[in-house]
T-cell receptor, first 114, second 109 residues
Framework: EPEVTQTPSHQVTQMGQEVILRCVPISNHLYFYWYRQILGQKVEFLVSFYNNEISEKSEIFDDQFSVERPDGSNFTLKIRSTKLEDSAMYFC????????????FGPGTRLLVL | GIQVEQSPPDLILQEGANSTLRCNFSDSVNNLQWFHQNPWGQLINLFYIPSGTKQNGRLSATTVATERYSLLYISSSQTTDSGVYFCAVFYNQGGKLIFGQGTELSVKP
């Protein structure tokens, strides 16, 4: 560890603005996940991404959200038009292609929507 | 869907004390992980333990998959152990981790 880094560490944005959160794995991984944690609450699953496709998404992951892997390494989460309730910590996670399927979490991006 | 419940929700200890945190889950799981969320919000992997017992220094964990619970033991607690401890499970329907609500541990000097 760390297996994955995230940028930016903090972001403040105005309601209605677009934000892009980035996840950079240390080595090549096929399995990616995004989770979010609203302050004081538990961690919630947003979306999983396998072999360059969404494999599963939660009810939270509506049309405002999208994910992609634009350059084959970085993994991005885009929120098109942020709302106040999108304020949260966003975590990227990966697991190794072989061996135990433990998920390793990045340090997170703290998003504040004003 | 699967339910993950942790107890106690809060725990206050004096430095040097031992503690046991519990995680119950409502269905069979393929994976269980324990995390420590530090004051900076980072989720630190403690254990990947779908079954059996593991130890790492002052921490150990036991998962009894057939009875659907896991325990995290912290011995000789230190102030740096403070934070929130989450268990999370991964089960057959997809790769996502389902988190419990966490146990907030405060270790006083």
């Amino acid at each position: 560890e760390p297996e994955v880094t995230q940028t930016p560490s903090h972001q403040v944005t105005q309601m209605g603005q677009e934000v892009i959160l980035r996840c950079v794995p240390i080595s090549n991984h096929l399995y990616f996940y995004w989770y979010r944690q609203i302050l004081g609450q538990k961690v919630e699953f947003l979306v999983s991404f396998y072999n360059n496709e969404i494999s599963e998404k939660s009810e939270i992951f509506d049309d405002q959200f999208s994910v992609e892997r634009p350059d084959g390494s970085n993994f991005t989460l885009k929120i098109r038009s942020t709302k106040l309730e999108d304020s949260a910590m966003y975590f990227c996670a990966i697991h190794r292609d072989r061996g135990p399927r433990a998920q390793y979490f990045g340090p997170g991006t703290r998003l504040l929507v004003l | 869907g699967i339910q993950v419940e942790q107890s106690p929700p809060d725990l206050i200890l004096q430095e040097g004390a031992n503690s046991t945190l519990r995680c119950n889950f409502s269905d069979s799981v393929n994976n269980l992980q324990w995390f420590h969320q530090n004051p900076w919000g980072q989720l630190i992997n403690l254990f990947y333990i779908p079954s059996g017992t593991k130890q790492n220094g002052r921490l150990s964990a036991t998962t009894v998959a057939t009875e659907r619970y896991s325990l995290l033991y912290i011995s000789s607690s230190q102030t740096t152990d403070s934070g929130v401890y989450f268990c999370a499970v991964f089960y057959n329907q997809g790769g996502k981790l389902i988190f419990g609500q966490g146990t907030e541990l405060s270790v006083k000097p």
